[in-house]
């Protein structure tokens, strides 16, 4: 994986790319930790005014490298949950705007990515969702149910159904739907980057503090819950046969019964 930040000549629209030769764009540590390093590059530079998150120019990303993470043990996997979840709270909290253009699939932690961001533009063939339940997972739901509500938020996630484009604008998830990605984005960063610096950092965090988001330190009113049912399902059977099963192109046949600790709260 390549990941890369650029800035327009005047410093005010920075362009963060992630491109790897697999063919889904998939996250593996290093990816997560690379692209922590250069959120926080962005954070430190009081010139950007817009970020973009950008992946590759058919995909955005599959998500989690299913390989990859099999091969991690505790530690190294505990590493990679932290880690992911730094990077979508720096991101939410940066005090200036984000958008993530999207192209193609963005699935898993990428929608997560995604969603971490002000907005979204997608292209019309794109595809975003959080299908973790499909393979013994558990799926996040802070973000999405903000979002969506929690009716829906039980739908789509225990469905783990990918939302086409028009899907996604109609549930807000989507800010904006064209077949022009390029030239769309060119015309937001515009808009964004005329926006009083001062007045959009104070008005974010104002919205942001309506939704549990705290921008000292960075985060969720539930990530290390999520973070925690993260761990757990990843070391459990369902998770194992989950994973093998899509990695060979089959159907899952989960077999384990619930925990008798009950659902991570």
Do not use: W
């Not at 430190?44 to 091969?71: C, I, M, W, Y």
């Not at 959080?130 to 739908?155: D, S, W």
């Not at 974010?204 to 990530?223: E, L, N, Q, S």
């Amino acid at each position: 994986m390549t990941v890369t930040l650029e800035r327009s000549e005047d410093g005010h629209v920075a362009t963060l790319r992630f491109a790897s030769e697999h063919p889904m764009n998939v996250f593996t540590t290093a990816t997560l930790e690379a692209m922590l390093a250069r959120v926080r590059e962005v954070g430190a530079d009081r010139d950007v005014r817009v970020l973009q998150v950008v992946g590759r120019d058919t995909v955005f990303s599959g998500g989690a490298d299913l390989n990859d993470l099999g091969g991690l043990d505790d530690d190294a996997y505990r590493h990679y949950i932290a880690t992911e979840y730094r990077l979508f709270a720096e991101i939410e909290a940066l005090p200036l705007v984000t958008v993530a253009l999207v192209a193609g699939p963005c699935v898993g932690n990428a929608a997560e990515l995604a969603l971490a961001c002000d907005f979204r533009i997608l292209t019309s063939d794109a595809r975003l969702g959080l299908p973790e339940m499909r393979v013994g997972f558990v799926a996040p739901a802070q973000r999405l149910t903000a979002y969506v509500g929690i009716g829906k938020a039980k739908e789509l996630l225990y469905g783990g159904r990918l939302l086409s484009a028009a899907e996604a604008l109609d549930l807000g998830l989507a800010t904006t739907v064209t077949d022009d990605l390029p030239g769309e984005a060119t015309k937001a960063t515009a808009r964004y980057a005329g926006y009083a610096a001062t007045a959009l950092a104070h008005t974010k965090r104002g919205i942001h503090r309506c939704y549990g988001i705290d921008a000292d330190p960075p985060g969720r009113a539930f990530d290390a819950a999520e973070q925690a049912a993260a761990f757990a399902t990843f070391r459990g059977p369902d998770y194992a046969e989950g994973a093998a099963a899509t990695l060979e192109g089959r159907r899952p046949v989960f077999t384990a019964p619930r925990s008798t600790g009950g659902p991570t709260t």
